[in-house]
């Protein structure tokens, strides 16, 4: 079973502090990964994707994706009572010619006021 | 850009009676639209990936009888849940990615729908 896995939470931050959501995935075949962003009752919202090894920042966000460990991580910086949401990881696994993007179960943020 | 729009947003259906879902793209063609389930408290579960002009390809242990899927136009696929159960109330996700680009571009969500079956 190909496998997106991450750490459920919930991770209580302070506001203004750096956030750091961890995944790991079982599919050396993964060449892209994805972060998404749930808030409840609603769809996941594209937050980066990155698929070269190293970070790759974007406002607030730096997402870090290490193949050799096969680790992705996204940091939140300045972290605000608005990013508390569900974060899912996603990997793009290749199968019969095609891909298919495999989600984690999610960690939930919670920002503290 | 790459909006897709899904269709009802929420739905209440008595048991054994069959649901529809829609899902669009209205800014680009998609020849590859995904399926997912979602269950309170749980991640999106892949259920079957729509592929236009040809039969869906169903995950493990989803019924492709009981969720019928249609990908009939490069901007349209359907979800038709047939003799729905209370068990099949979920939030149901669509989503694609625009026809053309690579692999590594990401998947864009419609807003889903909530299924409850009563």
């Known amino acids: 079973q190909k496998e997106v896995e991450q750490n459920s939470g919930p991770l209580s931050v302070p506001e203004g502090a750096i956030a750091s959501l961890n995944c790991t995935y079982s599919?050396?075949?993964?060449?892209?990964f994805f972060w998404y962003r749930q808030y409840s009752g609603k769809s996941p919202e594209l937050i980066m994707s990155?698929?070269?090894?190293g970070d790759k920042e974007d406002g607030r966000f730096t997402a870090q994706l290490n193949k050799a460990s096969q680790y992705v991580s996204l940091l939140i910086r300045d972290s605000q009572p608005s990013d508390s949401a569900t974060y899912l990881c996603?990997?793009?696994?290749?199968?019969?010619?095609?891909?298919?993007?495999?989600f984690g179960t999610g960690t939930r943020l919670k920002v503290l006021a | 850009g790459a909006v897709v729009s899904q269709h009802p947003s929420w739905v209440i259906c008595k048991s054994g009676t069959s649901v529809k879902i829609e899902c669009r793209s209205l800014d680009f063609q998609a020849t590859t639209m995904f399926w997912y389930r979602q269950f309170p408290k749980q991640s999106l579960m892949l259920m079957a990936t729509?592929?236009?002009?040809?039969?869906?390809?169903?995950e493990q242990g989803v019924e492709k009888d009981k969720f019928l899927i249609n990908h009939a136009s490069l901007t349209l696929s359907t979800l038709t849940v047939t003799s729905a159960h209370p068990e099949d109330s979920s939030f149901y996700i669509c989503s694609a990615r625009p026809f053309g680009q690579g692999v590594n571009s990401p998947l864009h969500f419609g807003n889903g729908t909530r299924l409850t079956v009563t």
């Open positions: 599919d050396r075949g993964s060449q892209s």
């Open positions: 990155i698929y070269s090894n």
């Open positions: 996603a990997g793009n696994t290749p199968t019969s010619g095609t891909y298919k993007y495999i």
């Open positions: 729509s592929n236009e002009g040809s039969k869906a390809t169903y």
